[in-house]
């Protein structure tokens, strides 16, 4: 029999309090360069009138963390729903505002399931600048996570603690490089040796590898016959506010 806690969500769910600012999404597509369709959209936080990032996370505090968390996914998924988004829909959490993950995802799924989005085209993405020291932890959200059905991604591969240790760990659906290793690796051997070692690792372990931040076409070439099929940048489109990037305004390679 079902605890009160699992039937009603642990007490943050129960008694946090709504945010005192309002946030909107921007989405910038991840395409695949294979098939030439857009895989997904990454949904990068924004100010209610499109106003930078800054101007909202600088809003986040420990006290309100969680709130904002939850908040997040619901909005993401609302408005993505709302566009008639037909890609995989990539959401940014927050690991540290997590206090028992098969209680906090429950407003996820109540929102996916209220907007009719299906919950395995949901990407939880997780970035190291939330500096989560225990790698365990991790784990065992984001494996919870792929129980339940999402995808899941670790951001800035190659960056801190999201590296060979974590893999070692635990195997995510996706990685998405470093930004640093992607810049200009057309003229970078070292990268591109780095990058070649990571696809075929990831390869082998059955992860996909999303190359970020590419803002040149020699980059995306070096990428494509480094064996990279899902890229991301502005070189594909900018963050577009409230709006998905239709695949035929993406400048595919020949």
């Not at 993505?80 to 997590?98: D, E, K, V």
């Amino acid at each position: 029999m079902q605890s009160n806690e699992t039937r009603e969500g642990c007490g943050l769910c129960r008694d946090a309090e709504p945010l005192d600012f309002d946030f909107s999404y921007a989405f910038q597509p991840i395409v695949d360069v294979t098939t030439q369709q857009v895989f997904a959209h990454e949904a990068l936080v924004r100010g209610p009138s499109g106003e930078p990032a800054p101007t909202v996370l600088s809003r986040i505090t420990d006290g309100n963390r969680y709130q904002f968390d939850q908040a997040c996914r619901g909005k993401a998924i609302e408005i993505a729903s709302r566009l008639g988004m037909q890609s995989h829909l990539s959401i940014n959490f927050l690991p540290n505002a997590i206090y028992r993950p098969e209680l906090c995802i429950r407003s996820t799924l109540v929102a996916a399931r209220q907007h009719g989005f299906p919950v395995e085209r949901i990407i939880f993405e997780t970035v190291e600048g939330e500096q989560v020291n225990d790698g365990k932890w991790l784990s065992e959200v984001l494996r919870e996570y792929q129980r339940i059905g999402f995808l899941t991604a670790i951001d800035d591969f190659g960056a801190g603690f999201a590296g060979l240790n974590l893999l070692a760990d635990f195997q995510p659906d996706i990685v998405k490089l470093d930004m640093a290793l992607v810049r200009g690796i057309d003229a970078n051997k070292p990268r591109r040796a780095i990058v070649a070692g990571v696809s075929t690792m990831c390869r082998e372990l059955g992860i996909r590898v999303i190359a970020e931040g590419i803002e040149t076409g020699d980059e995306m070439r070096c990428l494509r016959d480094l064996g990279i099929e899902l890229m991301q940048g502005y070189w594909f489109g900018r963050p577009q506010f409230e709006a998905a990037t239709p695949g035929g305004k993406i400048p595919w390679p020949e």
